[in-house]
């Protein structure tokens, strides 16, 4: 079988899965699975499209295949995504990285306080996306910084270290901590993007999220209760005027700006994502 052969047949079967999946992108991650495993750019592939398979690539293919045809998101089995301008590995112990977190660090980045060295926490920083994000861009402008970002989950903290490793980015700090418990100093700028869907949300059924570990999607309260944590116990570990930036769900935006009480914050504000819906609420510290 040549790469011609094996990408019709491979997104055949996607397309037919697809029926049961709407999730699946038949040609799309067939073309990636081939590419991840023979090594070749897209170009290369269909430039030399009789290529024949040998036995092993074949098997590896299947195998590979078959995971993605049972719903299996594409990032887990290539290990790794793109998120902002990184390249990130990703595991089974924490959520993949998601477009729509990308303008968290948009917002962030407009909010960035003019010190010699601004001070950023983010908290359940996972692979590390967003602090990762932050890291790059300042280091572009020459901003001096101290990012530090804690996880609930040991395994995703060591992901955040060898993501920061695998970018170039290891002035990154990464510890455990659930929430702020180990966290002992003060901040210019909080972000988070934490757990926020309703245990009862019927989405958890569908598409990538039944792969993702449930640590990193739901919260008690109808998906508030890490939403509300966080915005309860920000005012003690942000500076003056410092912000707090939190990802929530699309419904969420109305109740979460409830949660800034008006004698602390100000500026209370939210901004929608690419499909136009509420997704990032933010605030600052009035004193
Ligand atoms: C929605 S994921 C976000 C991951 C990453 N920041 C991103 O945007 O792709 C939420 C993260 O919060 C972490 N988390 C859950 N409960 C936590 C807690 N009590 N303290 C710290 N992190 C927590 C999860 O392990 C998960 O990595």
Known sequence: MNYQQWLKDASALLIEKRKSDPYLNAKFDANLLLQFVTQKSKSQIHAFAETELDEKTLENLT?????RAAGEPIAYILGETEFWSLNLEVSPDTLIPRPDTEILVEQALERMPSKDCVAILDLGTGTGAIALSLAQELKKCGQNFRIFGVDLMPNAVELAKRNAVRNHLVEVEFQQSSWFENV????????SNPPYIDPKDTHLNQGDVRFEPLSSLIADDEGYADLYHIIQQAPQYLNAKGWLLLEHGWQQGEKVRSFFTENLWEMVATVRDYGDNERITLARLKR
Do not use: G, P, S
């Open 184 to 191: 002992n100093e003060k901040f210019d700028m909080i972000v």
């Open 63 to 67: 195998a590979l295949l078959n995971r």
